[in-house]
């Protein structure tokens, strides 16, 4: 059984450029969390969806930030017009749609923009 | 805003137990408590769970007071790789996750 699988691990952009960060959460999980981490900083919780819903979009900017998990496929979080301050890791978990379930991580996405 | 509290670091030698502290004086019944840990460069980890009785793992022991507002993480002997960043979270269903700053926990070899 697969791990939470996060792609790409490195993604470089310019800036003003978009920025498109898949998740595909674990076997049967249907539950899928967005972090985002600076250096030596902790976990910044960003959204919180489930199939074809999102749940708690709290943590994510206002602005050019947004998250979906369709029926099919990965989760993506994308974001427009990166700028310099969007460089970090960005994490996602998943889990089961079971009460107090534990969250499997990804390795991440580290973006940097130039 | 995190609902635990813990120690931003601890120190332990190689080989000997650990016990890492978490307060949640919040915490509401359906509330589970969740460690997790970050070595270096990696996502997070899964470490150990639990509602209100104690629980053993391959990994480690949790220990949660009776009335709940507290827990330990014990890590019965300590090596170099298990020096990360510990956190411990409460997790209850249809609610997002935040986790606190955690616990930087470095061995001494």
């Known amino acids: 059984n697969a791990g939470v699988m996060q792609n790409p691990r490195h993604l470089v952009r310019r800036r003003g450029q978009e920025a498109r960060l898949r998740c595909s959460p674990m076997?049967?999980?249907?539950?899928v969390y967005w972090y985002r981490q600076l250096p030596e900083e902790g976990l910044k919780f960003m959204v919180y969806?489930?199939?074809?819903?999102?749940?708690?979009e709290s943590g994510m900017p206002k602005e050019r930030f947004s998250a979906e998990f369709p029926k099919e496929g990965p989760s993506i979080l994308r974001i427009q017009q990166v700028v310099r301050g969007d460089s970090a890791a960005y994490f996602c978990?998943?889990?089961?749609?079971?009460?107090?379930?534990?969250?499997?991580f990804g390795s991440g996405t580290q973006l940097s923009v130039l | 805003d995190a609902k635990t509290t813990q120690p931003n670091s601890m120190e332990s030698n190689e080989e000997e137990p650990v016990h890492l502290p978490c307060n949640h004086s919040?915490?509401?019944?359906?509330?589970?408590i969740h460690w997790y840990r970050q070595l270096p460069s990696q996502g997070p980890e899964y470490v150990i769970h639990g509602l209100t009785s104690n629980v053993n793992n391959r990994m480690a022991s949790l220990a949660i007071a009776e009335d709940r507002k507290s827990s330990t993480l014990i890590l019965h002997r300590a090596t170099l790789r298990d020096a990360a960043v510990y956190y411990c979270?409460?997790?209850?269903?249809?609610?997002?996750?935040?986790f606190g700053p955690g616990t930087s926990l470095s061995v001494i070899p």
């Open positions: 919040t915490i509401s019944g359906t509330d589970y």
């Open positions: 969806l489930q199939k074809e819903n999102i749940i708690d």
């Open positions: 978990a998943s889990s089961q749609d079971v009460q107090g379930e534990k969250l499997f």
């Open positions: 979270i409460l997790k209850t269903s249809y609610d997002k996750v935040i």
């Open positions: 076997k049967g999980h249907s539950h």
